[in-house]
């Protein structure tokens, strides 16, 4: 919609012309009549199809944006007049010209268009949405691990086994195998519905409940079953009963430990490839299409070789060499993972294919001019 404080004639004019109206004889709301409706008289305007009002003031700006916050809209203003700059401020994203706008309108907004060209918001929509999206995936990527991490002291009190991951086994993973992985989500490029989503909602949070339910409960449930499966495939292959003493210096204890280890990691590749989309299939997506992720997923797998198959791993960490046997065991669950992870984004691509278009877009927004 065009609020403005330019003559009735002019915002029609220019409405018709940028088809943000179908006529050219569309209604034009003023000032004057904005001062005689009452705020439910406004919210009824305002749920109409195609607004236009003019010979506007601040305050008639600001209340229109007020109006359709209070309806439920996500609203964006844009301006550079110094007479919008309360309305850019109330709104949930102002936007100001940067070279034709004033100093007064740019300091109040949330993002400047540099070159005045409208069509700049739509690439920072997609930038700023894209950003989000990556931290959410760092965040739920890195949240992971703590599970397995965390279940072995759980087993080891209440169960009575040999710790199955030391200390600082959970340090390599935390500060070192996790790394370059975890960052390289930061580099990853918008799927393909990145802009077809609709704004996110205010009550929203960064760590939101499903967020927290798909790292702990979810992946993080996958990880911590496939490492103590292998765990437990390595002590009782090796004749370990439940309730006997395993000495740490014993090199069945360091393949245990070992493989219990090199379970995460092989489940955390999987991991990244799970967080790298929300809807879109990592298939069509490109598992190597991230180049970054590729050398991060690399430099895990060097790590992981390096801390349970050489000697400076193994003094240092207390592991031991594994057999094939004992590296084949959490396949099946990093495979689990990402087949479950593509069944999901499928229901919710599905999902979205049976909503109306006009229920996925966002909102209408209010626009000064």
Same mark, same amino acid.
């Given at each position: 919609?065009?609020?403005?404080?330019?003559?009735?004639?002019?915002?029609?004019?220019?409405?018709?012309?940028?088809?943000?109206?179908?006529?050219?004889?569309?209604?034009?709301?003023?000032?004057?009549?904005?001062?005689?409706?009452?705020?439910?008289?406004?919210?009824?305007?305002?749920?109409?199809?195609?607004?236009?009002?003019?010979?506007?003031?601040?305050?008639?700006?600001?209340?229109?944006?007020?109006?359709?916050?209070?309806?439920?809209?996500?609203?964006?203003?844009?301006?550079?007049?110094?007479?919008?700059?309360?309305?850019?401020?109330?709104?949930?994203?102002?936007?100001?010209?940067?070279?034709?706008?004033?100093?007064?309108?740019?300091?109040?907004?949330?993002?400047?268009?540099?070159?005045?060209?409208?069509?700049?918001?739509?690439?920072?929509?997609?930038?700023?949405?894209?950003?989000?999206?990556?931290?959410?995936?760092?965040?739920?990527?890195?949240?992971?691990?703590?599970?397995?991490?965390?279940?072995?002291?759980?087993?080891?009190? @209440?169960? =009575?086994?040999?710790?199955? *991951?030391? $200390? +600082? !086994?959970?340090?390599?993973?935390?500060? %070192?195998?996790?790394? &370059?992985?975890?960052?390289?989500?930061?580099?990853?490029?918008?799927?393909?519905?990145?802009?077809?989503?609709?704004?996110?909602?205010?009550?929203?949070?960064?760590?939101?409940?499903?967020?927290?339910?798909?790292?702990?409960?979810?992946?993080?449930?996958?990880?911590? @079953?496939? =490492?103590?499966?292998?765990? *437990?495939? $390595? +002590? !009782?292959?090796?004749?370990?009963?439940? %309730?006997?003493?395993? &000495?740490?210096?014993?090199?069945?204890?360091?393949?245990?430990?070992?493989?219990?280890?090199?379970?995460?990691?092989?489940?955390?590749?999987?991991?990244?490839?799970?967080?790298?989309?929300?809807?879109?299939?990592?298939?069509?997506?490109?598992?190597?299409?991230?180049?970054?992720?590729?050398?991060?997923?690399?430099?895990?797998?060097? !790590?992981?070789?390096?801390?349970?198959?050489?000697?400076?791993?193994?003094?240092?960490?207390?592991?031991?060499?594994?057999?094939?046997?004992?590296?084949?065991?959490?396949?099946?669950?990093?495979?689990?993972?990402?087949?479950?992870?593509?069944?999901?984004?499928?229901?919710?691509?599905?999902?979205?294919?049976?909503?109306?278009?006009?229920?996925?877009?966002?909102?209408?927004?209010?626009?000064?001019?």
């Amino acid at each position: 919609m065009v609020v403005s404080g330019d003559h009735p004639l002019t915002v029609q004019a220019i409405a018709f012309e940028v088809g943000i109206v179908s006529s050219a004889t569309a209604a034009v709301h003023t000032g004057a009549d904005l001062a005689g409706w009452s705020s439910a008289a406004l919210r009824r305007a305002l749920a109409g199809e195609e607004m236009l009002f003019a010979r506007t003031s601040p305050l008639d700006k600001l209340r229109i944006v007020t109006a359709l916050q209070e309806m439920g809209h996500v609203v964006a203003v844009t301006g550079d007049g110094v007479n919008d700059a309360p309305a850019i401020k109330r709104a949930d994203i102002g936007i100001a010209m940067g070279k034709s706008g004033t100093d007064v309108t740019r300091e109040a907004a949330d993002m400047v268009l540099m070159d005045d060209n409208f069509t700049t918001i739509v690439a920072a929509v997609e930038e700023g949405r894209v950003l989000y999206g990556n931290i959410r995936r760092f965040v739920g990527y890195v949240l992971t691990s703590n599970v397995p991490e965390m279940l072995p002291y759980i087993a080891f009190v @209440l169960l =009575g086994i040999p710790l199955p *991951l030391p $200390v +600082l !086994l959970i340090l390599a993973v935390d500060l %070192g195998t996790d790394m &370059a992985p975890a960052i390289a989500l930061a580099t990853e490029s918008a799927e393909s519905d990145v802009m077809k989503q609709p704004p996110r909602p205010r009550s929203e949070r960064l760590l939101s409940p499903r967020l927290l339910l798909s790292g702990y409960v979810l992946w993080g449930l996958f990880e911590a @079953l496939a =490492g103590f499966a292998a765990y *437990l495939h $390595v +002590l !009782l292959a090796g004749g370990w009963q439940f %309730g006997d003493h395993l &000495a740490l210096t014993d090199p069945l204890y360091g393949q245990a430990i070992a493989a219990y280890f090199a379970a995460i990691v092989l489940c955390q590749v999987a991991n990244v490839l799970v967080w790298r989309t929300t809807h879109q299939s990592i298939f069509s997506k490109g598992i190597f299409s991230n180049r970054a992720v590729v050398v991060g997923v690399l430099t895990e797998l060097a !790590l992981l070789a390096l801390i349970v198959e050489t000697e400076i791993g193994h003094s240092l960490f207390g592991t031991a060499s594994l057999p094939l046997a004992s590296w084949l065991v959490p396949i099946p669950f990093a495979l689990a993972m990402l087949g479950l992870a593509e069944l999901l984004k499928a229901m919710r691509r599905a999902r979205n294919a049976q909503v109306p278009p006009a229920a996925r877009e966002p909102r209408p927004s209010g626009s000064p001019s």
